[in-house]
């Protein structure tokens, strides 16, 4: 079956970094595109980056220039680093894929930018 879970959230001071991965399992990884969301408390689920199976990136405006999505195929991992954090990136942050338009999420890791 299909398993999404991630790791590396955690409290960091504004201006910090982190490292959120992705480990999937269940599926042919290296085919499908990826997805990082983020959601927090009385708001919508927010897609925040996206990479192609070809390794192509998109990101949300408000993270550009600061996240960094990219891949491990080898891994079956995503990765997003996530630099020049501030306390409005604070929120849950989920791993997704779509798989035979079937979508699969992880747990979430919870991410607190706070000094």
């Known amino acids: 079956q299909v398993q999404l879970v991630e790791s590396g959230g955690g409290l960091v001071q504004p201006g910090g970094s982190l490292r959120l991965s992705c480990a999937a399992s269940?599926?042919?990884?290296?085919?499908?595109?990826m997805r990082w969301y983020r959601q927090t408390p009385g708001k919508e689920r927010e897609l925040v980056a996206r990479?192609?199976?070809?390794?192509?990136?998109e990101y949300v405006d408000s993270v550009k220039g600061r996240f960094t999505i990219s891949r491990d195929n080898v891994k079956n991992t995503v990765y997003l680093q996530m630099n020049s954090l501030n306390p409005e990136d604070t929120a849950v942050y989920y791993c997704?894929?779509?798989?035979?338009?079937?979508?699969?999420w992880g747990q979430g890791t919870q991410v607190t930018v706070s000094s």
């Open positions: 269940g599926f042919t990884f290296s085919i499908y595109a």
């Open positions: 997704n894929a779509v798989i035979l338009y079937v979508s699969y």
């Open positions: 990479i192609t199976s070809g390794g192509k990136t």
